[in-house]
C-alpha cells in the first residue's frame, strides 16, 4: 500500500526554473509569486561540512567563483556573486545555505524536495549530513522535505542517518534494478525523466507502493500525457506558463 502523500504536483525547479538564478533564495521568491508551494533545490557540502544549494560541481557557470565548490569553505563561498550570470537585476546574489531554504519554507508555509548532490566522492557523506541537518531544521513539522538523489550511496547515507525523513530515487534512464534499488533504499518515489514514464513503468511503480514525479516538464503536451497517466508529482522550470493551481 502507498503512503499517503503530502505533497502538491507542481514543483518548482530550482526554485524558479530559468526565471532567476538558480538555487537562490531569490529564485524561491519569485516561484512563490506565481503560486508554487513546494521548491526543488540541490545541496551539496563546502568543504568545512555546511550543505549549500548548487547543482554543478564547479562554480563557474553559476557564480563569480572558480575551480570545486566543496573544495572550499562556507566563508569563501558566501562571498560569490550567485546572480550576475543569469542578469544583472540579480547581481550580488548571495549562495544559500539548506539552512537559509529551510527557514525560508518554514516561515512561509512552502515545502522542499531537497536533491542531495554531491561533490564528486563524498556521496555518503553529504547524504549523511544533508539528512542530519533536515531533520533538525524539520524538527516538529507535519510535512518533512523529500530527499531524493541519482546516487545510492548517498540516499543510503541519509536513510541510516535519518530514517524517518522520505526518500525518491531520481533516474535518468531504467537502469537494471532500479526498482528493487529504490525498495531496499526504503523510497516513497522514483523521480524519472519524464520520457521514461508510459503505462508499464507507473503500474511497476505504483505495485512497489512508489510515488511517481518527473523532471524537468518544460512542455505542455509533456504535462497533459503525465497527469494522464496519473503520476503524482510535475518538478518544471517554466513556473511562468503552468499554474500549480491546474
Excluded at 522542499?112 to 516538529?140: F, S
Amino acid at each position: 500500500m502507498r503512503a499517503d502523500w503530502p505533497y502538491p504536483r507542481w514543483v518548482a525547479h530550482r526554485g524558479a526554473g530559468k526565471l532567476a538564478p538558480e538555487n537562490t533564495l531569490a529564485a524561491f521568491r519569485l516561484g512563490a509569486q506565481h503560486g508554487y508551494r513546494m521548491f526543488e533545490c540541490d545541496a551539496k557540502l563546502s568543504a568545512d561540512g555546511v550543505p549549500f544549494l548548487m547543482h554543478d560541481s564547479t562554480l563557474e557557470r553559476t557564480t563569480s567563483g572558480h575551480g570545486v565548490g566543496g573544495d572550499q569553505p562556507w566563508h569563501a563561498l558566501s562571498q560569490l556573486d550567485a546572480g550576475s550570470w543569469h542578469s544583472r537585476a540579480y547581481a550580488g546574489e548571495p549562495l544559500a545555505t539548506l539552512e537559509n531554504a529551510a527557514r525560508f519554507c518554514l516561515h512561509n508555509g512552502f515545502l522542499l524536495n531537497i536533491e542531495i548532490k554531491p561533490t564528486p566522492g563524498a556521496e555518503r557523506r553529504t547524504g549523511e549530513v544533508v539528512a542530519r541537518d533536515a531533520q533538525r531544521l524539520w524538527a516538529g513539522q507535519a510535512i518533512p522535505p523529500l530527499l531524493t538523489s541519482f546516487k545510492t550511496d548517498a540516499l543510503a547515507g541519509a536513510r541510516d542517518t535519518a530514517p524517518g525523513l522520505p526518500r525518491g530515487l531520481l533516474l535518468d534512464t531504467l537502469w537494471d534494478g532500479w526498482l528493487a534499488t529504490a525498495r531496499d533504499l526504503g523510497c516513497v518515489a522514483i523521480v524519472c525523466n519524464h520520457a521514461l514514464w508510459d503505462a508499464h513503468t507507473v503500474a511497476q511503480a505504483r505495485d512497489a507502493g512508489l510515488r511517481t514525479l518527473s523532471y524537468t516538464v518544460n512542455d505542455d503536451w509533456a504535462a497533459e500525457r503525465l497527469i494522464a497517466l496519473g503520476t503524482d508529482g510535475i518538478i518544471t522550470d517554466r513556473v511562468d506558463l503552468f499554474s500549480p493551481a491546474r
